[in-house]
């Protein structure tokens, strides 16, 4: 079968109709195989401003559904996406090119925050203040706050929608969707899994979730409409450089999920075996491809020879290739061409600042001449500088050594982004300085393990240039929704705070 006709096959069991993914103009590749396997037709400024519209009238329903009805949907949409789990992770795979088991895990991950989020339902807790005033009580609340445009980028194709779109549905806001240009097609079925949830659920409002296909120009018509009082973007520290001002200009909310560059520490009591499994997870893993990649490792000048002559073997033995007819590769495709020329030219960028470069370069499969697998790079460098300071998208692995733990701390926070981070060492003291205040000045902070792969049970996002927003677990709901400060008095006095008098005859 070719793969446009397992895309077919797919899509047809999700139920999406055949004419949102084979007639439009719109090309669609996998990177597996560089080949066109759909053509979607993009959204045009009518549709979004019909989906916004929809999406205003289905919040004025919305938000007096009782919160746990509100979750009972979520309920159903998670045990759709559970049902669907295996043809949606398969589909993550044709189109943004992971190995089968991180495809199956973005689907996963979809059901863990349904999940959470069902459970969230019933705890959306306000508080209750003391009052200094006598027969006084206050108390916050928190109301839904309208409805969330969420622009996501390809790399987690499905799984950052879910993080958003299953907190923002319980907190009672309607959801508009526009996905990666490069990634429509799980997007087209994520929409209609989330469809038929709606068709057992019953009563849900018309429009409470929407999906706009198309490029940054439909993202910016949601950025810049003031019937959406918040955006949640993730994608690069440039897109989030564009949309931050546009925002703010309108006081609209802004949860932005950008760039990383992350770094590990390995410090000379680490489990060296252990280390070498975590660092070439999260530097090789997903062909680089994620935001919290492992980009930085800050070796201690005592373990360096050894660590870097292992990592040098895995560089060298790991396997590379089309996930879908070699199942136990662990390197798939790059997303694109221009990824592929990006990365080469950081690596001739590293080649100029001194740095030996291990690795890198193409990697060619003579069945698939149009798709771009690469080669995984390890680049030592003296010190930190020239790419080693910004993300590249890549799989590239730039390592430095360090004497003193506070030279590598100041190493490891020298960069514009702060997404994720760890430390490998056994030294108790190393490990609680790298999470205190004066440590790691990321989102996220490991201890013996790498920077990526986390569970959505934690707030999930980074400091500086990573855009300060977070999502999925902990408290992240809060903001979906506006919080209402409320004094109420019981008694017949009039008493005013700070002992304020205002009497009148
Ligand atoms: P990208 O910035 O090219 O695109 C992301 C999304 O933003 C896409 O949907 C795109 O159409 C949209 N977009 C781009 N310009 C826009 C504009 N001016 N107005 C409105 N929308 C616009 O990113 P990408 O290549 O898809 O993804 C890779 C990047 O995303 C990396 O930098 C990665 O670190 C980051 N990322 C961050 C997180 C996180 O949680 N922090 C998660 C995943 C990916």
Known sequence: ??????????????????ERYRRGSRAVRSPLTG???????????????????QAKDAFLAWRLTPPPRRGELVRMLGEELRAAKPALGRLVTIEAGKILSEGQGEVQEMLDICDFALGL???????????????????????????????????????????????????????IWKPSQKTPLTALAVQALYERAVARFGDAPDGLSALLIGGPEIGELLVDDVRLPLVSATGSTAMGRKIGPRLARRFARALLELGGNNASIVCPSADLDLALRAIAFAAIGTAGQRCTSLRRLIVHRSIYDGLIAK??????SVRIGNPLLQPDVLVGPLIDSAAFHKME?????ARAV????????????????????????????????????????????????????????????AV????????????????????????????????????????IGGAFG????????????????????????????????????????????
């Not at 206050?138 to 929608?161: D, K, R």
């Not at 030219?345 to 960028?349: C, K, V």
């Open 121 to 175: 339902s019933r705890q959306l807790y306000g508080l209750i203040i003391a009052s200094e005033r006598p027969n006084h009580r206050m108390m916050e609340q928190w109301h839904p706050l309208g409805p969330v445009a969420v622009i996501t980028s390809f790399n987690f194709p499905v799984a950052v929608w879910s993080w958003n779109a299953a907190l923002a549905l319980v907190c009672g806001c309607p959801v």
């Open 311 to 316: 990592l040098k073997q895995v560089y060298a």
């Open 462 to 505: 980074g400091e500086k240039e990573t855009g300060g927003g977070r999502e999925a677990g902990s408290d992240s709901w809060k903001a979906y929704m506006r919080r209402l400060t409320s004094a109420i008095n019981y008694g017949r006095e009039l008493p005013l705070a700070q002992g304020v008098r205002f009497d009148i005859d």
């Open 1 to 18: 079968m070719t793969l446009a006709a397992e895309v077919d096959s797919l899509l047809e069991t999700f139920g999406v109709a055949r």
């Open 354 to 413: 001194g740095g030996g470069v291990f690795g890198g370069g193409r990697y060619e499969l003579a069945q698939h001449p149009e798709a771009l697998y690469a080669r995984p790079a390890l680049v030592e460098l003296p010190r930190q500088i020239g790419p080693a300071l910004r993300e590249t998208f890549a799989p590239i692995l730039y390592v430095m050594p360090y004497s003193e733990f506070d030279d590598a701390l100041a190493m490891h926070n």
């Open 416 to 455: 514009p982004y702060g997404l994720s981070s760890s430390i490998f060492t056994a030294d108790l003291r190393e490990a609680e300085m790298f999470l205190s205040a004066a440590g790691s000045d990321c989102g996220i902070a490991n201890v013996n393990m790498g920077p990526s792969g986390a569970e």
């Open 35 to 53: 080949e066109v396997v759909a053509n979607v037709q993009d959204a045009n400024a009518a549709d979004a401003d019909r989906a916004i519209e």
């Open 345 to 349: 030219a950081a690596l001739a960028e």
